[in-house]
């Protein structure tokens, strides 16, 4: 048999594919550069398992049983009740850039961060396949599939993976879950034998995502450890899977996998017509979770499409007025926000027709003129006067049953025909998949924009889908439901664009990096008790940088947990995100907003750095702190959050490293006072602390500590680190 093999390397990352001369090409090698790759597909070839089958197999790209993978497949399918294990002939192996003499990608060295693409074209009875495999400059892999029917007869589709082989080293699996306001609580367990499954049947992202599914070596943190994560980039219903099996996989002792999850019958092919996966995201490092997490950060700002300008203080009416929209209050809500610095006025859910609360009026996108005569005019243009930018709610996939909308069209209902799914929030779905229904939602976005211009719009999607049918079919819709939302966002940006949009879903139930193609952050939870929030944008960070990440500073007791928070604790809770107010300050004293005039001064100072900058977290040896921060790229800036959670049993913290500095180096530390001085703070303080700065090494930050004051649960300092 003839063999070769393909090398992708980039950022000290190797992806080796191996092309045989028969049956699809195998991942041979993902995770850690290798300068030469000679003899490893030789190293790495399987024996034949003891009571398996006769010949040793390696697992494809698109693994099935005709190859002897007893896992889930890559494929499964039919033609109408013909069950499909495809016997693939691979028609092209394509490298770009072309391969270089030593068989890599390229004319650059390995590890020049060159990366590179391996596409495969194969075909089997009645299909044909495309398998793209990218590498990106950051280290980054990302990944996709396409099937396409070559059969008179329709192919029905019942999966399509993406999947990437594991070491026995990746002994243990995190994942992430929650619930609204408790979203990305993290849980582990040992990657023992059998399938550990994350599936999402939402019809969205869901609260409790896992964002990314991560293998690793057992015990890894944020910084150690080696580790390999995947993420489906797709808003819909969706699974994630990590699978080790007693015969192994061929050379790979278990497997990553993700992608789409379609119900029965959602994807029929038609001769001729194909079907994508969504783009699945893989991400390798040696360095921990904060290793794995850079490389998707690195991908996402080098896009043609990512937030470029500084982001704006956010000013959010919700938890300030709710529903009590009055002209008078809202202008002078608006004078205070710019007078403390704000940039971005947004008005909140209740001012369109019959929306007193959130019982009625959804779907009805017209302003109601009860409440505001003139329309939204005399709000947008006081607000553009203090010179800040306008914001609007909308949510335009889902309508009340009380609405002028549903009882005109109840049919747009996305439901099976005779009755309704269960109400949520007092909502239904709209089926956009219908051309009149998202005719009418695309209009009346379109005009609303048109008139007002808003810079921003707060998308919201405040229901899960349940029973997503399209009537009077009855097939299954949540397929054709997020591409239909995927083209309402993707026309209105074309038709506006300058306009920003947030991905906001009853907080963060969709966050994920397939509507964030077509939005510019997303609301990580609607939750803004600062206890909560670090936790919760802590885990975020795995999949997002600061600048897509929402975070608000709300009022001093909680809308959603009832808990009360000193004010310099709120504000750098907030501050390492896409930072805002979410608070009536109009009843703050002058002490209050003075405090936040300074914090949002600090925040415009830093925010090239936070916004640009590595995010970096300490694996905390006690549980009751948490360390957090953003290192520059070149690593002479630094910004560190200590947070005391709870008491501790430790009469003093001790030293605290600093992970992600530059050993080499010397550093101005100092504390910014401009974020807040906890007001339970200790007189007893380390006497650099008392002077307020000193030079230490970065050696010894991150290999010693330093010493920093004992702060009582609920408090939190902020530390700056320039290069001497």
């Known amino acids: 048999m003839t063999y070769r093999t393909v090398r992708l390397n980039a950022a000290g990352t190797a992806l080796v594919v191996g092309v045989p001369d028969d049956g699809l090409p195998h991942v041979l090698h993902w995770g850690a550069d290798l300068p030469d790759d000679t003899g490893l597909a030789a190293a790495a070839s399987p024996p034949a398992a003891h009571n398996g089958i006769d010949v040793p197999t390696w697992m494809s790209l ?208 038609a001769r001729g017509e194909s079907y994508s996966t969504p783009w699945v995201f893989l991400s390798w490092s040696d360095r921990g979770l904060d290793g794995m997490s850079s490389r998707i950060h690195r991908w996402l700002r080098a896009r043609p499409g990512h937030p470029s300008t500084p982001r704006p203080v956010v000013l959010n009416t919700w938890e300030a007025v709710y529903f009590d929209h009055d002209l008078d209050k809202l202008e002078r809500l608006a004078d205070t926000a710019a007078r403390i610095g704000a940039e971005r006025f947004v008005l909140d859910d209740g001012w369109f027709r019959g929306r007193r609360d959130d019982t009625a009026g959804l779907g009805d996108w017209t302003v109601d003129t009860g409440v505001w005569p003139d329309g939204l005019h005399p709000l947008f243009d006081h607000v553009r006067s203090l010179g800040m930018e306008v914001g609007l709610w909308v949510e335009p996939e889902m309508a009340n049953p009380d609405s002028d909308l549903l009882r005109a069209h109840p049919e747009w209902i996305l439901a099976a025909e005779g009755r309704l799914p269960p109400p949520s929030r007092s909502q239904q779905v709209l089926d956009l998949s219908r051309p009149e229904a998202f005719r009418h939602v695309f209009e009346h976005l379109d005009a609303l924009v048109t008139e007002y211009r808003p810079d921003y719009l707060k998308w919201d999607h405040n229901r899960d889908l349940l029973e997503p049918v399209h009537a009077p079919t009855g097939a299954a819709g949540t397929h054709r439901q997020t591409l239909a939302v995927y083209e309402l966002l993707d026309r209105l940006r074309e038709r506006h664009p300058g306009l920003e949009i947030e991905s906001c879903s009853s907080g963060g139930g969709r966050v994920d990096l397939g509507v964030l193609e077509r939005t510019d952050r997303v609301w990580a939870s609607d ?198």
């Open 62 to 269: 698109v693994p099935t049983q005709g190859e002897g993978w007893r896992g889930h497949p890559g494929i499964a399918g039919h033609h109408e009740g013909r069950v499909t294990f495809p016997a693939w002939t691979v028609r092209s192996v394509t490298v770009d850039p072309p391969e270089g003499p030593d068989g890599g990608a390229g004319a650059g060295a390995p590890g020049d961060g060159a990366g590179g693409a391996v596409t495969v074209l194969a075909g089997a009875a009645g299909l044909e396949l495309r398998c793209e495999l990218r590498l990106e400059p950051s280290g980054l892999v990302r990944a996709r599939n396409t099937v396409t029917n070559t059969d008179d007869a329709p192919w029905t589709l019942d999966s399509l993976l993406v999947t990437m082989p594991l070491p026995r080293e990746a002994g243990e699996v995190l994942d992430l879950t929650g619930r609204w306001c408790r979203e990305r609580a993290p849980q582990r367990q040992d990657l023992s034998m059998g399938t550990r499954m994350r599936a999402s049947r939402r019809g969205r992202t869901g609260h409790d995502a896992t964002l990314l599914l991560t293998a690793g070596t057992p015990g890894f943190g944020f910084r150690h450890g080696e580790v390999w994560g995947v993420h489906t980039a797709w808003s819909g219903d969706h699974v994630h899977l990590a699978e080790r099996l007693p015969e192994g996989a061929g050379h790979a002792d278990a497997v990553l996998a993700g992608g789409e999850l379609l119900h029965p019958g959602e994807v029929r092919l």
């Open 527 to 724: 939750c803004n008790d600062p206890l909560e929030r670090l936790a919760l944008q802590r885990w975020t960070s795995l999949l997002l940088p600061p600048e897509l990440v929402g975070s608000h500073v709300g009022g001093p007791v909680s809308h959603t947990t009832g808990r009360a928070a000193d004010l310099s604790f709120r504000c750098l809770a907030a501050l390492l995100s896409h930072t805002g107010i979410e608070w009536d300050i109009t009843a703050c004293t002058e002490d209050e907003l003075g405090a936040l005039a300074s914090w949002i001064s600090l925040y415009k100072e830093l925010r090239p750095l936070l916004h640009s900058g590595d995010p970096v977290h300490a694996d905390a040896p006690d549980p009751s702190e948490q360390l957090d921060g953003v290192v520059s790229r070149d690593g002479g800036e630094a910004v560190f959050r200590y947070s005391r959670l709870t008491t501790s049993a430790r009469a003093l913290p001790g030293r605290v490293r600093l992970p992600g500095l530059r050993e080499d180096r010397v550093y101005r530390l100092a504390w910014r006072r401009e974020a807040g001085r906890p007001s339970t703070l200790q007189q007893a303080l380390p006497a650099w602390f008392s002077e307020g700065e000193a030079a230490v090494s970065g050696a010894v930050l991150a290999r010693s500590g330093v010493q920093l004051p004992n702060l009582n649960p609920a408090q939190a300092l902020l530390l700056h680190l320039r290069e001497v």
